[in-house]
């Protein structure tokens, strides 16, 4: 990186931008990864959502993010990563569940909290012991972070308290020159949030529901904790939590607003000219209802909200 903060933070701090729109398409994801780079921000469709990109391991770069969002630097953020190999290299530790889940749902839309390695910065993970990792499934993220060759951390690219954005129209709707660009892969496939699963200590559990469904992870790693077992930490007050989760000290998420379908239906069918990365899952086409959320940072860590683009 050249030391270059993207527009994300110089729009938020009153000096817009022209945010470019770019193609789906070799020359526009080459684009995109050039920017990124730099230390820029750039949204990017997911099959959940659109993210809002910038290098996981730079710690500035993060920094815009919650700039250009409005977003305090307290809420961790979900790093997205090609595959395994990739997100192996930001965990302490990569136990068989792991190992399991991701050769059954990646890529798609599973996150799984993970204990950090030393590697990944505290804007990241809001200073907690935990990160967030997922693969998304959708062939325009696949081809950036290929050509990218790092990670990304991107939360749902929406000003916050804000509807999660399913096409670039959105996005610019919220964040024309305040980012550097958008990518325009068409509308997102799902369109719903991605499932938070915890295996950082303990029994598994779900720390937010979404796609990937409960009774499907127990097929793959057996039963899961209950959300109101003693193993979880104990609640704390939260302004806004979602509907579908436990607020607790270490694994608070919620979505971006708690009435984003009422506020915007949003049809999604898949579109991109980019070849498929490979397998991916099947999600809940139709109706959107797109809300940013992610994992929490973890026992032991400060607590917040993790944020990320499914």
């Known amino acids: 990186m050249n030391g270059r903060v993207g527009a994300g933070a110089d729009g ?73 190999a990739d997100a192996r290299a930001l965990v302490a530790e990569w136990p068989v569940e792991a190992e399991r889940l991701a050769a059954r749902f990646w890529p798609g839309p599973l996150t799984l909290v993970l204990p950090r390695a030393a590697s990944v910065p505290d804007e990241v993970t809001a200073g907690g012991s935990t990160v967030a990792v997922r693969a998304p499934g959708h062939p325009v993220a696949q081809a950036l972070l290929a050509a990218l060759g790092a990670p990304v951390a991107a ?82 007050p939260s302004s806004s939590p979602s509907p579908t989760s436990t607020a607790t000290a270490s694994e608070v998420v919620r979505p971006e607003r708690s009435d984003a379908t009422a506020s915007r239906s949003r049809r999604a069918p898949s579109s991109s000219p980019l070849p498929s990365p490979g397998r991916s899952r099947g999600g809940h086409p139709g109706e959107a209802g797109a809300q940013e959320a992610g994992a929490g940072s973890g026992a032991g860590g400060t607590g917040g909200k993790a944020e990320g683009c499914g």
């Open 12 to 84: 938020a701090g009153g000096r817009p931008r022209r945010t470019e729109r770019l193609a789906a398409d070799a020359a526009g994801v080459a684009r995109a990864a050039a920017l990124l780079r730099a230390g820029g921000l750039v949204a990017f469709p997911t099959e959940t959502v659109y993210g809002l990109g910038a290098l996981a391991l730079e710690p500035l770069a993060v920094r815009a993010i919650y700039a250009a969002k409005g977003r305090p630097a307290t809420n961790p953020l979900i790093v997205h990563v090609p595959g395994v």
């Open 155 to 236: 939360p749902s690219a929406n000003r916050s308290e804000h509807v999660s954005p399913t096409r670039a129209e959105h996005v610019l709707a919220d964040l024309e020159g305040r980012i550097d660009a958008v990518v325009d892969g068409g509308p997102c496939a799902v369109g719903i949030e991605s499932t938070v699963l915890w295996i950082a200590g303990g029994r598994p559990r779900v720390l937010r529901p979404g796609v990937v469904g409960r009774r499907e992870i127990e097929e793959v790693i057996g039963p899961l904790d209950e959300p109101s077992s003693s193993s979880t930490p104990s609640s704390i």
